[in-house]
C-alpha cells in the first residue's frame, strides 16, 4: 500500500500549496502564476481521483467513492469556470471554489484514512 502513502502526501502537499498560492492571488502580497495554483489544484484532484479508484477496489461504500470522484472532477471545472459565473456575485463563486478545494483535501484524508485502517486489518 505504498502508493496509498504517496497518493495521500501528494493531496496534502498540493492542496495546502494552491491553498498558499490562492490566498497569494486573492491578497496580491505575492505574485503568484495562476497556471501553477491551476497545476497545484490540478494534482491534488488527481490523486483523489486515484484514491477513490483505490477505495472502490477496496471495497469502500460506492456513494463515498462516487462523492469523491465526482468532487474530484468538479474541482478543476468550477476553478476554471468560477470567474465567468455569479458574475453579480463574484464572492460567491469564490467561496464555493475555497469550499471545492478544502474539501477535496477532507476528502483524501477520509478516504486515505479508511484504506490504511483497512490494510492494517489485513
Ligand atoms: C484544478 C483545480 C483548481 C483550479 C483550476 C483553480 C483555479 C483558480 C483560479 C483561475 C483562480 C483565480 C480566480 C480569480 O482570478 O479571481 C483561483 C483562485 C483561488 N483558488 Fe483556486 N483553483 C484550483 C484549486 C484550488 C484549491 C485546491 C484551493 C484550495 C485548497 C484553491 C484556492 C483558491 C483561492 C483561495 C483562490 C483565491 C480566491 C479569490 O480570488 O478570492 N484553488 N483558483
Known sequence: MKSLGIALIIARISGLLALAAG???????VAIPVPLHMSLGTLLAL???????KARKAGEPLLLVIVAAT???ALP?????QTQVF????WL???IHVICGLGAVGLAEILGMRLAKKAKAG
Open 23 to 29: 490566498t497569494a492571488l486573492a491578497t496580491g502580497l
Open 47 to 53: 490523486s483523489l481521483l486515484l484514491l477513490a479508484g
Open 71 to 73: 468532487w474530484a472532477i
Open 77 to 81: 471545472v468550477w476553478g476554471s469556470v
Open 87 to 90: 458574475l453579480a456575485l463574484p
Open 93 to 95: 463563486s469564490r467561496v
